[in-house]
């Protein structure tokens, strides 16, 4: 379209659309920071368990009606929680072996979530708070790095130069 001055004008560039990652990284980091306190001993009581299991995904799906309609008939809940804790970890292997594709700060979620994981069903499976305790202390440190690479993906794609450092790809 020409203006009376003879210059063309052009539509304004479209916005570019946001990575969703840093918005579930963040979600996630919510979550795991939340179940990890409950862990680490940090809070008590079992309303907060809703809230928790509702918040993101399968796993809080899955974790949440178990919680609501199976562990107050269940003669075991740390063996079923071990088992819960345990698949999940399987899941989160492969992941992990995956996310080192990406970058060190996503694959740092994967490993540190993967010590979680691997803390909190032994300490489910022998039966042991202080072990569970340890989780809870790890899903923690796995909350942080979890907002860092969060963090990090926000600011990095929004400035035109790496902000916060989050690695390169460990293979291709």
């Not at 299991?53 to 199976?70: H, K, P, R, T």
């Not at 072996?97 to 990406?102: F, G």
């Amino acid at each position: 379209m020409a203006q009376a001055t003879g210059e063309t004008v052009r539509a304004p560039a479209a916005p570019a659309v946001a990575d969703p990652a840093p918005l579930g990284l963040a979600a996630f980091a919510l979550t795991t920071f939340l179940l990890s306190a409950k862990n680490a001993g940090w809070t008590h009581g079992g309303d907060a368990w809703l809230g928790y299991a509702l918040a993101y995904g399968g796993f809080w799906i899955g974790l949440g009606l178990y919680v609501l309609f199976a562990a107050a008939k269940s003669t075991n809940v740390a063996n079923d929680l071990g088992w819960i804790l345990l698949a999940f970890a399987i899941f989160n292997t492969y992941m992990m072996l995956w996310s080192a594709r990406i970058n060190t700060a996503v694959f740092s979620v994967f490993l540190t979530l993967e010590a979680t994981e691997v803390i909190l069903f032994i300490g489910n499976f022998s039966n042991k708070s202080g072990i569970v305790k340890l989780g809870g202390w790890v899903g923690i440190l796995t909350a942080l790095v979890a907002w860092y690479a969060s963090a990090s993906g926000v600011v990095n794609g929004m400035a035109a130069r790496e902000v916060l450092p989050v690695g390169s790809p460990m293979w291709k």
